[in-house]
Every structure is written in structure tokens, then in C-alpha cells.
């Protein structure tokens, strides 16, 4: 079988959540299946590992002159004009405007729809255009967990029987010390808790710095430092309008994206990793950090209490005083960390790249 990939994502130099699910997919799929054949398109050559293929991988540079929309333009193109893969499969929330009749695409979530509020509305406005089009050409819809599948059928009516829902896998955080910069060497020497993601309204990051603050003023800890690893989103004005506000300019600090070295750095001294998002279709950060035996507090709903099971400390992210609770046990109760970080190194088995890719390739 001829096995089309979308690979422009997996192939982008900062990569966040969809990029590295890309990323990740990809290479388990060249390490685990050497029966079928694969055209990875791209929009420039493929950098890096992502770019030393086996045998039966090959890569097949589009270009394309307009910058955006080159997954619904020119893969379209290709699908007209080029040879046609006996299956296409987009890893990501859109589909070419022009597909083959086997067609596979990736919803991770459509939290546009429930959060309108915290999104752009020309982000909207092509989400809502990208389902209506996977909605109609897609065989197969596959998702990142039984949340978002229920969240899917609810919203578009589309057939259970249509979406699969497979869990993502994730790597545990390394580094090398020659790749953290000085800067960020600094920050491991603090007492502090993390937050990893894109810095956006949708991640409730101003009620998680109100539940810092309140930790912050008891004095416990009177150096501790919330560091919020991740690059600016929609919103990021009032995530900085709120620390001037909480009197908390000394006490926090922004790391912008930082490579996966930095991170597993950070992971791996950081004190908790606080992660009472608003909608999340899976949820990787969590995972990450049980893996180094870092403790979690994360929000209840959506699809992080699927994810983390009983590993975690669950939540309300719309209550300022449950996350300060959840952050002061995870902070101050040693026998409750014991048991997060014990619950974290066994719940993390449960996930892996390996398995992601062999429930994707049963789908294709």
C-alpha cells in the first residue's frame, strides 16, 4: 500500500503540540513499518532526523509561492495532477480541498467551539471551514482521545463508527547540558513551578498566576518562581496585565520556546508542573513531567483526568482557590507527592509513540 503523509508540520523548526504529534507519528512509522510504501509531502526539504528515510520512505518536496494554506492548495495540486497514494493521511485539523477517496485526517480538538471567546475569529472562521471539509471528505476521522471523539459526534453529528480515538504517545524530557543556555541554568537554580504551552488565554494561565500568588504570599517558599515555558498566543496582553496586577513582576519569569533540552532541564527541577488548562484534547506536558518525577496538578475536566488517571492532583480550572489548594498539597504534603510521583511513573507506561503508530497504521 501507498501511504501519503502530510509532513509540513513534522517538518517546522519550532515545533509545539500538533508539529511534534507529526513529528513523532512519522518516525515510529519509519521504525516500525517496512511492508508499505510512503510519500511524505512537504513544502521544503525535510530537515534533521525527519529527513533520513528508510527504503521505503520517500520524501516529495511541493512548492509552493503563497506562504499559508499550502495543505489545502498545492497538496490539492498534487492529488489532481501527481501520482495518488492509495491513502492520505493529514495529521493535523484540515484536509486538501482536493482528496483521494481513502482520506485520513487528525482532529486533536475543537476548542474553538466551546472557548470561542479565547481564539481569533479568522481562526475560527477556518476551523469551522477545515470540519466542514473533513466532515465531507474524510474515510476516517482519528482523534487523540475518547473526549474529543464524544466532543466530535456531539458538536457535528458525524458517525461514531467514522472516528477512532488513539491516545498520543510522548518521549521522556532529556538534555544535554552543552545545549541549555545560561540563562535558563539560572532558573533550575530557584525553587519554582512550571507551566509548559503556548501562553494564551485558553490555557486559564491568569487564574493559575492568581493561585500562585496566593502560595507566594503565605511565605513558605519566599523565593519560589512560576515559569511559564512557551511561546506568546491570543491573549498574551492580559496574561501580563494580570502579573503587573498581582504585583508579581519579580516573580515570574517567560522562557519563550525553548529547545527539548531546556525543557527536560526544566522538567526535571521543577517543583510542580501546574496545568489547570480550560480544554485540552489530550494533554502531553502532564505526562512529560511524571515521567521525571515531577508531581502534577492539572485541571479536571476535558480530557486530563482520561489522561492522568489517579496520578495526578485534579482541579477545578474556574475556581482560583481549588488550584492554590492542589498546588499547596503538591508543594507542602510530602506523603502526597510520594504518592504522585510513584502513580506518575507507572501511569506514564501506558503511552508511547510505538503504540500510537501501530493503532494509526490498523486505521490507514
Known amino acids: 500500500m501507498l501511504i ?29 513499518d517496512r ?6 509531502y512537504t513544502d521544503k526539504p525535510l530537515e534533521g532526523k525527519l529527513g ?35 491513502v492520505l493521511f493529514v495529521p493535523a485539523h484540515t484536509l486538501p480541498l482536493i482528496t483521494p477517496n481513502r482520506s485520513v485526517v487528525t482532529v486533536h480538538d475543537i476548542g474553538f467551539e466551546r472557548f470561542p471567546e479565547v481564539y ?15 466532515k465531507r471528505a474524510s474515510a476516517q ?42 540563562e535558563t541554568r539560572k532558573i533550575g537554580g530557584l525553587p519554582f513551578i512550571l507551566f ?51 504585583n508579581l513582576l519579580d516573580d515570574v519569569i517567560f522562557t519563550g520556546w525553548i529547545n527539548n533540552d531546556e525543557l527536560g532541564f526544566l522538567y526535571q527541577r521543577a517543583k510542580v508542573l501546574l496545568f489547570a488548562t480550560l480544554y485540552e484534547g489530550f494533554g502531553i506536558p502532564p505526562l512529560e513531567a511524571m515521567s521525571v518525577d515531577c508531581p502534577v496538578v ?3 475536566a476535558t480530557s486530563l483526568p482520561e489522561v492522568v488517571g489517579d496520578a495526578a492532583i485534579l482541579v477545578d480550572p474556574l475556581s482560583v482557590d481549588y488550584i492554590a489548594a492542589g498546588l499547596s498539597a503538591a508543594l507542602f504534603d510530602d506523603e502526597k507527592r510520594k504518592i504522585l510521583i510513584e502513580r506518575g511513573r507507572e501511569r506514564v507506561k501506558l503511552f508511547s509513540w510505538e503504540k500510537c503508530a501501530a493503532e494509526t497504521l490498523k486505521v490507514l
Not at 515545533?15 to 512519522?26: A, Q
Request: with cysteine; charged share 30%; aromatic share 12%.
Open 141 to 182: 476521522i482519528i482523534t487523540v482521545s475518547e473526549f474529543s471523539k464524544k466532543e466530535i459526534i456531539d458538536v457535528y453529528k458525524i458517525s461514531a463508527e467514522k472516528i477512532t480515538a488513539i491516545p498520543i504517545g510522548f518521549s521522556p524530557p532529556h538534555f544535554d547540558m552543552d545545549f541549555v543556555r545560561e
Open 120 to 134: 481569533k475569529w479568522p481562526d475560527i472562521v477556518y476551523h469551522r471551514f477545515a470540519i466542514k471539509n473533513i
Open 298 to 300: 492539572c485541571s479536571n
Open 196 to 246: 509548559v504551552g503556548r501562553l494564551e488565554e485558553k490555557k486559564n494561565i491568569c487564574r493559575m498566576l492568581e493561585a500562585f500568588a496566593k502560595i507566594k504570599n503565605s511565605g513558605k517558599i519566599p523565593d519560589l518562581r512560576f515559569v511559564l515555558a512557551g511561546r506568546p498566543g491570543f491573549g498574551f496582553e492580559k496574561i501580563k496585565k494580570k502579573i503587573v496586577e498581582l
Open 4 to 32: 501519503g503523509i502530510d509532513a509540513s508540520r513534522a517538518n517546522k523548526k519550532n515545533k509545539t503540540g500538533v508539529e511534534w504529534y507529526s513529528y513523532h507519528l512519522i518516525e515510529a512509522l519509519k521504525k516500525n
Open 35 to 40: 511492508e508499505n510504501q510512503y510519500f511524505l
Open 52 to 86: 533520513v528515510c528508510p527504503s521505503n520512505f520517500s520524501e516529495k518536496i511541493l512548492k509552493w509561492p503563497f506562504g499559508k494554506f499550502w495543505t489545502l492548495g498545492r497538496l490539492s495540486l498534487e492529488m489532481l495532477f501527481g501520482e495518488k497514494p492509495d
